[in-house]
């Protein structure tokens, strides 16, 4: 799976899980073409996930954080807006934006940005604007009633 195809496939679902398990679609399985049991770093496709998840998890296009379990998930742009006008239904941490480090080490470091820092101004706008129900309906099942 390309970069190009792996952000289609996220802006497609609109939530996804990186690699946990639960209801929403997991990009790891999508770019390795098949269900990855344990963990995707043994995978022999590992190095292309690596590659393909780090891109994806870099564009300005996708919010990574823990929405879903606590578990890193991957938000399009598009449902931005609803998750914005959800906010108040989620706990804080839910939403904060999740940006890993390697270093050079090989230690995995996380830093958090919390919410509304994140949030750029058209993004609120737009969240102002929308009805309740009409953020509800475009982020589906994810949203808390």
Known sequence: ????????????HGVVLVSAQGAAPKLVDAIAGEPVRGSWWGHPRGKEIFRVLSAVQASPDILVCRLLAGKLTLVHRRLWPALVRLADRFAPERIERVREEHTASGKHVSHEEPFPAWVPAQVLAEAERMAHDEAERLLGAWAPR
């Open 1 to 12: 799976m390309t970069e190009a195809e792996a952000l289609a496939f996220v802006e497609q």
